[in-house]
């Protein structure tokens, strides 16, 4: 069990005063690394321990040598871990002996120091000073997180962890942190990277609510914190979680702060990220931390040699209020890792403010290089019965939003109305939800977004055109596919059929959703809605299924190619055929077209199927989509076009009358055109492309 070492390593310093605690440890006094954390330092709990009393072997972590910031050693946390560490820092030095296992014995509830066995009994006050509420702490940490890999960690606000979580903090593989709690808190900023040494700071100033964030010793904002108390630090891996931890230290001031009398602080940039030319929206917050209430302000944000601007005024933010600024221009991706800063100006018209130190900040953002042409599958295993598959649709949803024409999602269903045998049977997945992005390694539906933007570098072999008719019930599709690359052994082609806004009657229409009350944070979707406000089983009425799996052929790996060998210029051609059920939608259906090479996707095509009427041609040339749909606010026009074209788009009632209409002049590459459809009434509209000499009619929901 835990030792009660004496603290008089060159490595380890803390002392207590009237007025301030401190603390720092850089993992160089434990000398055996064959005895983790807790067991080795009487300033480290595990969680097990301190809500239960169990013993710390159960979730202890253990120190490495294998990396380390200073010193040689460091602590390390790793999913893969036997046990499954997790590991917790009292900020309390005074305390750090009241919970948990010490000299054997379990304690299972706060106790006074006078009751504690060992040298230290009587040594210290009985009752613990955290949650620190008033006056200033400070927080730092060295942290290495692998290539590939995710970070996690977070702030407990109560004496006994699991009560009420602070701050969660989650480093994604791609150098972006994400900060939330139930309360309301979300901060986002980024950080240099997996693969390299960095510092993360928090600065709190607890009397007046600021919480600051720095990395590498530059600001990345302050934001307002509903749970604005601070009592322990817990190290535990999220999913893909692994990295090294150093130089931990914490400082507690009693001193307050009094606030500036004008004082406007940059709070948080939206995380940016994407391809190369894409468009992406600003959001900028920012927090009243003087005493004057802020009316107006000017703000900019420099990208890429390009400057946005926002001139906000009529507004009304009080002390410690935040307010969001959405740029109305976008910013145009470039490729690579690129600063962005958004200043503050000419505050309440009186040029700068108190503080005009934190009138500006920065953030990365990093934009990839598509391969061009090129489209990646993602093909997730869900069913209506599996109460953590919404996690899967939320992230095909999003995915399709961000990178319409670049990724396109198939959820194949497993035990419920919407299976289809051969599709479910061809996954072979490990576990609910799960997947596959180009049919590579499975992974968890959170992660098709990092193996998306890895995969959609690669090159390929083949593009393509090509359609996909119905006529009755019957789809009948044609694909030519042109090779870029030599193609040579084991390929084969498939062709998914798919549909969208599938509804159903009865129970096994039913979503499970585990993500229910809350206790596992909030699920967002692409439409705002939270599934952790959704019931445990979310009723059919309430059911809108999208990219449902309805069909595969020949089969899931596919079958052989007209030939077995192509040179760059070769075309063949695949030809499939699917006969529609009389209760699915075939305006709502498009098939994916996959060339497959040894049993992973080097490319894919997006077809929708076309009815053919009087009023409706659809050339393969074009890709247009819809989405969301149904809608209730704002939906998105998706254009693909592979040769200039001049479009207009009209929005007719179901019986013709136009009620909007835009012309849009010669377009090419991919686009998105938003309405704002929230005062239509409820019902079906038209859209009505006309798009060069081709017209496209396509219908949508207003709900």
């Given at each position: 069990?835990?030792?009660?070492?004496?603290?008089?390593?060159?490595?380890?310093?803390?002392?207590?005063?009237?007025?301030?605690?401190?603390?720092?440890?850089?993992?160089?006094?434990?000398?055996?690394?064959?005895?983790?954390?807790?067991?080795?330092?009487?300033?480290?709990?595990?969680?097990?321990?301190?809500?239960?009393?169990?013993?710390?072997?159960?979730?202890?972590?253990?120190?490495?040598?294998?990396?380390?910031?200073?010193?040689?050693?460091?602590?390390?946390?790793?999913?893969?871990?036997?046990?499954?560490?997790?590991?917790?820092?009292?900020?309390?030095?005074?305390?750090?002996?009241?919970?948990?296992?010490?000299?054997?014995?379990?304690?299972?509830?706060?106790?006074?120091?006078?009751?504690?066995?060992?040298?230290?009994?009587?040594?210290?006050?009985?009752?613990?000073?955290?949650?620190?509420?008033?006056?200033?702490?400070?927080?730092?940490?060295?942290?290495?997180?692998?290539?590939?890999?995710?970070?996690?960690?977070?702030?407990?606000?109560?004496?006994?962890?699991?009560?009420?979580?602070?701050?969660?903090?989650?480093?994604?593989?791609?150098?972006?942190?994400?900060?939330?709690?139930?309360?309301?808190?979300?901060?986002?900023?980024?950080?240099?990277?997996?693969?390299?040494?960095?510092?993360?700071?928090?600065?709190?100033?607890?009397?007046?609510?600021?919480?600051?964030?720095?990395?590498?010793?530059?600001?990345?904002?302050?934001?307002?914190?509903?749970?604005?108390?601070?009592?322990?630090?817990?190290?535990?891996?999220?999913?893909?979680?692994?990295?090294?931890?150093?130089?931990?230290?914490?400082?507690?001031?009693?001193?307050?702060?009094?606030?500036?009398?004008?004082?406007?602080?940059?709070?948080?940039?939206?995380?940016?990220?994407?391809?190369?030319?894409?468009?992406?929206?600003?959001?900028?917050?920012?927090?009243?931390?003087?005493?004057?209430?802020?009316?107006?302000?000017?703000?900019?944000?420099?990208?890429?040699?390009?400057?946005?601007?926002?001139?906000?005024?009529?507004?009304?933010?009080?002390?410690?209020?935040?307010?969001?600024?959405?740029?109305?221009?976008?910013?145009?991706?470039?490729?690579?890792?690129?600063?962005?800063?958004?200043?503050?100006?000419?505050?309440?018209?009186?040029?700068?403010?108190?503080?005009?130190?934190?009138?500006?900040?920065?953030?990365?953002?990093?934009?990839?290089?598509?391969?061009?042409?090129?489209?990646?599958?993602?093909?997730?295993?869900?069913?209506?019965?599996?109460?953590?598959?919404?996690?899967?649709?939320?992230?095909?949803?999003?995915?399709?939003?961000?990178?319409?024409?670049?990724?396109?999602?198939?959820?194949?269903?497993?035990?419920?109305?919407?299976?289809?045998?051969?599709?479910?049977?061809?996954?072979?997945?490990?576990?609910?939800?799960?997947?596959?992005?180009?049919?590579?390694?499975?992974?968890?539906?959170?992660?098709?977004?990092?193996?998306?933007?890895?995969?959609?570098?690669?090159?390929?072999?083949?593009?393509?055109?090509?359609?996909?008719?119905?006529?009755?019930?019957?789809?009948?599709?044609?694909?030519?596919?042109?090779?870029?690359?030599?193609?040579?052994?084991?390929?084969?082609?498939?062709?998914?059929?798919?549909?969208?806004?599938?509804?159903?009657?009865?129970?096994?229409?039913?979503?499970?959703?585990?993500?229910?009350?809350?206790?596992?944070?909030?699920?967002?979707?692409?439409?705002?809605t939270d599934w952790s406000t959704l019931p445990n089983w979310v009723p059919d009425v309430q059911m809108i299924y999208r990219h449902v799996a309805r069909g595969i052929q020949p089969s899931f790996n596919g079958g052989a190619l007209p030939q077995s060998s192509y040179n760059v210029g070769d075309i063949f051609t695949q030809n499939f055929q699917f006969t529609v059920d009389p209760t699915w939608d075939i305006s709502q259906m498009h098939v994916v077209g996959m060339l497959i090479n040894n049993g992973q996707i080097d490319n894919a095509v997006s077809l929708p199927v076309s009815i053919?009427?009087?009023?409706?041609?659809?050339?393969?040339?074009?890709?247009?989509?819809?989405?969301?749909?149904?809608?209730?606010?704002?939906?998105?026009?998706?254009?693909?076009?592979?040769?200039?074209?001049?479009?207009?788009?009209?929005?007719?009632?179901?019986?013709?009358?136009?009620?909007?209409?835009?012309?849009?002049?010669?377009?090419?590459?991919?686009?998105?055109?938003?309405?704002?459809?929230?005062?239509?009434?409820?019902?079906?509209?038209?859209?009505?492309?006309?798009?060069?000499?081709?017209?496209?009619?396509k219908k949508f929901i207003k709900d």
């Amino acid at each position: 069990m835990k030792k009660l070492y004496t603290l008089l390593f060159t490595s380890l310093f803390i002392f207590s005063a009237s007025s301030q605690t401190s603390y720092c440890d850089n993992f160089d006094s434990y000398t055996n690394l064959n005895i983790p954390i807790a067991e080795s330092s009487v300033n480290w709990n595990t969680w097990g321990e301190l809500m239960t009393g169990a013993n710390p072997a159960l979730d202890d972590a253990f120190m490495s040598n294998n990396q380390s910031y200073s010193g040689s050693n460091s602590l390390y946390i790793d999913e893969m871990s036997t046990p499954i560490p997790d590991v917790v820092l009292l900020f309390d030095t005074l305390s750090m002996y009241s919970l948990g296992w010490k000299n054997n014995t379990a304690f299972n509830t706060i106790q006074s120091y006078d009751s504690m066995p060992g040298s230290f009994a009587g040594s210290w006050g009985a009752l613990p000073s955290t949650p620190y509420t008033t006056g200033t702490f400070e927080y730092s940490h060295m942290m290495y997180i692998p290539v590939g890999k995710t970070g996690y960690f977070n702030f407990q606000a109560e004496n006994v962890p699991g009560t009420e979580w602070a701050l969660e903090v989650n480093l994604d593989a791609n150098g972006g942190i994400t900060m939330s709690n139930t309360g309301g808190a979300s901060f986002n900023c980024s950080y240099p990277g997996t693969g390299v040494w960095f510092e993360i700071k928090f600065h709190l100033d607890l009397t007046n609510n600021v919480w600051e964030v720095l990395i590498d010793g530059v600001s990345q904002g302050v934001f307002s914190n509903p749970i604005n108390r601070i009592a322990s630090l817990d190290l535990y891996p999220n999913a893909n979680s692994a990295y090294y931890i150093d130089d931990v230290c914490y400082n507690y001031d009693t001193t307050q702060i009094v606030l500036p009398n004008l004082d406007l602080a940059l709070s948080n940039i939206n995380s940016i990220s994407g391809l190369a030319s894409q468009n992406r929206d600003v959001l900028v917050d920012v927090i009243n931390l003087g005493l004057t209430t802020i009316t107006s302000f000017d703000i900019d944000f420099d990208y890429n040699g390009n400057i946005i601007s926002e001139n906000v005024s009529g507004v009304n933010i009080p002390m410690l209020s935040s307010y969001s600024v959405a740029f109305t221009n976008p910013i145009v991706l470039a490729g690579g890792s690129n600063t962005a800063t958004a200043t503050i100006s000419n505050v309440n018209g009186l040029g700068p403010d108190n503080v005009p130190s934190n009138d500006a900040s920065s953030t990365i953002i990093s934009a990839v290089e598509p391969t061009p042409n090129k489209l990646v599958v993602g093909e997730e295993a869900t069913g209506t019965w599996c109460g953590w598959c919404p996690r899967g649709a939320v992230a095909l949803n999003w995915l399709e939003k961000d990178y319409y024409g670049y990724f396109q999602g198939i959820a194949v269903h497993n035990g419920d109305p919407m299976t289809d045998t051969d599709y479910d049977a061809g996954m072979a997945v490990g576990g609910y939800p799960s997947g596959y992005v180009n049919r590579g390694a499975e992974v968890d539906p959170s992660d098709f977004e990092l193996d998306f933007m890895q995969k959609i570098t690669s090159p390929i072999s083949a593009t393509f055109n090509g359609s996909a008719v119905a006529t009755g019930n019957v789809i009948n599709i044609e694909i030519s596919a042109t090779a870029t690359a030599t193609i040579n052994g084991n390929w084969t082609f498939a062709c998914a059929l798919v549909e969208d806004s599938v509804t159903g009657t009865g129970g096994t229409w039913y979503q499970s959703n585990s993500y229910a009350g809350g206790a596992v944070g909030s699920l967002i979707d692409v439409d705002g809605t939270d599934w952790s406000t959704l019931p445990n089983w979310v009723p059919d009425v309430q059911m809108i299924y999208r990219h449902v799996a309805r069909g595969i052929q020949p089969s899931f790996n596919g079958g052989a190619l007209p030939q077995s060998s192509y040179n760059v210029g070769d075309i063949f051609t695949q030809n499939f055929q699917f006969t529609v059920d009389p209760t699915w939608d075939i305006s709502q259906m498009h098939v994916v077209g996959m060339l497959i090479n040894n049993g992973q996707i080097d490319n894919a095509v997006s077809l929708p199927v076309s009815i053919a009427t009087s009023s409706e041609n659809i050339f393969s040339e074009v890709d247009f989509n819809i989405y969301p749909n149904p809608t209730n606010s704002i939906t998105n026009l998706f254009l693909n076009l592979d040769s200039n074209k001049e479009v207009s788009v009209s929005i007719m009632s179901i019986e013709g009358k136009i009620i909007a209409k835009g012309n849009y002049g010669i377009m090419n590459g991919t686009h998105r055109l938003t309405f704002d459809v929230s005062n239509l009434s409820e019902g079906i509209y038209i859209v009505e492309a006309v798009i060069g000499q081709d017209i496209i009619i396509k219908k949508f929901i207003k709900d």
